[in-house]
């Protein structure tokens, strides 16, 4: 464990108070840190080198700080820091770079220009926990996992249309915790999360509106981040540092690969981009590097973070 006291299971909001301060739920989910109270234990303005639009860049989430670190991809060398956030969660990109930031206890997501230091755009998402995104490849629609909701308990996923305005909300009843989504390159929205402690995985069709539950032939005991990887649906399992690739048909998922993320510490909110995944290790001070979908032995790593979360690859134009 780090110095936050960070637990090996991750997540609990406590639904009443919206507010990670180790309180147990029923069928609870496990705390993140409660050590930094994001933003405000980490003051300081943002700044992002001149230049640094030009290049690839890998934007990492810091809970323990409230800020979101940006690096030159692959090299990994640091081009900016964007700060005022309370924690900065796992994020997602669009197709021409911008970068969604859920913060969790702000209730709200930013937007930012590939490479830029102050927000294109701010969404609300009221009495909500945004604890992840997704963006449709298609219409550029935002969908937003809500952890949970403090006056119900229960999460939801909320649609943004185009990314812009008032969001639609969708609830599938088997599920209270909603954890990570993601889409495929065809728009239908899959997503993780916890019921009394148990797994969960649905899948929402495009145009559907309405989620359908999907059994998946292998356990889960924490998920991780959902991303399409190009071929198939990658699932993170949280406590067994791998990557699970699945071939989804109907109401059923079958494993059909594996990705190990040797020498990791809970890289929770991967990302997959090409050939290879970077995890930040929430329970560690680094962001790694492995090939996808080989893994095995990290190829690089990058270090001098707090409790890094969510990590997200937005290439230059």
């Known amino acids: 464990m780090n110095s936050t006291g960070f637990s090996?299971?991750?997540?609990?909001?406590c639904a009443a108070s919206a507010v990670f301060a180790g309180c147990a739920l029923p069928g609870a989910l496990p705390?993140?840190?409660?050590?930094?109270?994001?933003?405000?234990?980490?003051?300081?303005?943002?700044?992002?080198?001149?230049?640094?639009?030009?290049?690839n860049l890998l934007y990492v989430s810091d809970v323990g700080t409230g800020k979101v670190n940006i690096y030159s991809y692959p090299d990994g060398n640091l081009e900016g820091v964007l700060s005022g956030f309370v924690r900065p969660q796992a994020m997602c990109v669009d197709k021409y770079g911008d970068v969604f930031i859920p913060d969790l206890e702000g209730f709200k997501i930013y937007e930012y220009r590939h490479g830029a230091r102050k927000p294109k755009a701010v969404l609300r998402d009221p009495a909500e926990d945004p604890d992840d995104c997704a963006v449709d490849p298609a219409t550029g629609d935002l969908a937003v996992?809500?952890?949970?909701?403090?006056?119900?308990?229960?999460?939801?996923?909320?649609?943004?249309?185009?990314?812009?305005?008032r969001p639609k909300r969708f609830r599938e009843k088997a599920i209270r915790y909603y954890l990570f989504c993601g889409?495929?390159?065809?728009?239908?929205?899959?997503?993780?999360?916890?019921?009394?402690?148990?797994?969960?995985?649905?899948?929402?069709?495009?145009?559907?509106?309405?989620?359908?539950?999907?059994?998946?032939?292998?356990?889960?005991?924490?998920?991780?981040?959902?991303?399409?990887?190009?071929?198939?649906i990658a699932i993170g399992d949280y406590e067994s540092n791998?990557?699970?690739?699945?071939d989804i048909s109907g109401e059923s998922g079958t494993k059909i690969g594996e990705t190990r993320l040797d020498g990791s510490k809970y890289a929770i909110g991967f990302w997959i981009q090409g050939s290879r995944v970077v995890g930040p290790n929430d329970d560690g001070?680094?962001?790694?590097?492995?090939?996808?979908?080989?893994?095995?032995?990290?190829?690089?790593?990058?270090?001098?973070?707090?409790?890094?979360?969510?990590?997200?690859?937005?290439?230059?134009?």
Do not use: C
């Open 285 to 317: 001070t680094n962001v790694m590097f492995w090939s996808y979908p080989h893994g095995g032995r990290h190829t690089k790593s990058i270090g001098g973070l707090h409790t890094p979360w969510g990590a997200v690859v937005s290439l230059a134009n």
């Open 145 to 165: 996992a809500n952890l949970s909701t403090p006056y119900s308990g229960s999460g939801d996923i909320v649609v943004y249309a185009h990314a812009r305005g």
């Open 8 to 13: 090996r299971r991750a997540i609990l909001v």
């Open 242 to 246: 791998a990557i699970y690739q699945f």
């Open 183 to 232: 889409y495929d390159d065809r728009g239908d929205l899959f997503l993780d999360g916890m019921d009394s402690g148990v797994f969960k995985f649905a899948e929402m069709p495009k145009g559907s509106g309405t989620f359908t539950n999907i059994t998946l032939d292998k356990s889960f005991r924490f998920g991780g981040a959902v991303q399409w990887d190009g071929h198939n």
């Open 31 to 55: 705390v993140q840190p409660s050590g930094a109270t994001g933003a405000a234990a980490a003051p300081g303005a943002s700044w992002v080198a001149p230049d640094a639009g030009r290049r």
